[in-house]
């Protein structure tokens, strides 16, 4: 039987969902032929998985302490190199890394071991890291790897063009459906809490959740909001931006009456409550690969509002669940919400017909059986 090494040094959080899924799906797919190894994080509280062995190696410093941390991630990849030596893989899938030149420097030695290595790019670049060290640090990188997933054709002609990658070493395989663990009684209770206590019953609420920044797009949404009378003075609708704010400046809308920020992190039941609470929800990134946030949304059928930005407009084009509103701009993203509003077209995305066909499309059983294919491709 082959060996399988599933890697993830940020295994923990949503990210640590995202693993569990695309396992479950892949281990029904290559039970009979690999035997699976999954390097996580100590962090990881995930569910164990038939047929797949844990080993959390990966463990950081708790102090905010930049050289502790990369000590901490160091030890972690020596233990994993131990891993090689010992068990010789004949596939390794990375998910994530950390710090591209010693990461690279890993990969190298990993490679002794002769296995094929795949790397998944959620992202091209790191969100707010676009210097030109970090580029060759990833391009150098990229052109060590056998195979690279992505989750879009934008980003694979991304890699193409941006770091002369062969088409033929990057593989298309969409990104599933992100269900947040949690308890639905829990949820239920905290959507009437949260109704009450922000006011929110019988509005149309258009949400803008998770962690806010720039390159979000946050600022965009606000701008847009605060400068535009058809949005700010319609009292038949709430704005709700909940997260944590980075970077961010909440002032033009101190003004709005129809705004409600909440500018802390959310729990995982806030989160989900809000979702559910949501007529729609934003994505107005300015620059993004793929989302798992996107992919929650979707899994609880809100329909969404997006940026022709990486893959965000990719589920739009399986079934008519939401909005496109192009570039992200100011102006494009006040015209698509003023349309939006005026139609009054909320009901029509909600229909179940599109959304069974979306989650039957972005299923972590066809994702998984897509990617056992390629751990099987010579």
């Known amino acids: 039987m082959k060996k399988l090494f599933f890697i993830d040094p940020m295994s923990y959080g949503t990210i640590a969902s995202y693993d569990y899924n695309l396992l479950c799906g892949v281990a029904q797919s290559i039970r009979s032929d690999f035997q699976v190894q999954y390097y996580c994080s100590f962090l990881n509280s995930e569910p164990d998985i038939q047929g797949v062995k844990r080993y959390p190696i990966f463990k950081y410093n708790n102090k905010k302490n930049h050289l502790l941390k990369f000590i901490s991630y160091l030890l972690s990849l020596i233990r994993l190199l131990f891993r090689f030596m010992k068990e010789r893989p004949d596939v390794a899938h990375i998910q994530w890394i950390r710090v591209p030149n010693l990461d690279y420097f890993f990969l190298r030695l990993f490679k002794f071991s002769n296995c094929k290595i795949i790397y998944t790019a959620h992202n091209v670049l790191p969100h707010n ?184 407009y990719q589920p739009l084009e399986i079934a008519d669940i939401g909005w496109d509103f192009g570039s992200s701009t100011p102006e494009n993203l006040k015209s698509q919400l003023i349309g939006i509003i005026q139609s009054g077209d909320f009901l029509a995305k909600r229909e179940t017909a599109r959304w069974d066909k979306i989650h039957n499309y972005y299923s972590w059983d066809r994702i998984g059986r897509l990617t056992a294919e390629l751990y099987n491709h010579n």
């Open 129 to 312: 890291d676009f210097s030109v060290k970090t580029f060759e640090s990833y391009r150098r990188y990229y052109k060590a790897i056998d195979m690279i997933i992505v989750h879009s054709e934008n980003t694979r002609r991304e890699l193409i063009d941006k770091f002369g990658l062969s088409p033929e070493k990057i593989v298309v395989i969409p990104h599933g459906l992100l269900p947040v663990t949690v308890e639905n009684n829990i949820v239920s209770q905290k959507c009437d809490e949260l109704k009450k206590r922000y006011a929110l019953e019988g509005y149309t609420v258009i949400s803008c959740l998770g962690v806010q920044s720039t390159y979000k797009g946050t600022d965009i949404l606000i701008n847009a909001w605060s400068n535009t009378p058809a949005l700010r003075n319609n009292l038949n609708i709430r704005l709700l931006i909940a997260g944590k704010m980075k970077d961010i400046s909440y002032s033009e809308l101190q003004t709005c009456s129809n705004v409600v920020i909440i500018d802390r992190y959310l729990t995982d039941e806030e989160y989900i409550a809000f979702l559910r609470l949501s007529t729609a929800t934003i994505f107005p990134y300015r620059i993004i690969s793929q989302s798992g946030s996107l992919f929650t949304a979707i899994n609880e059928r809100v329909p969404i509002i997006v940026s022709h930005t990486g893959g965000l």
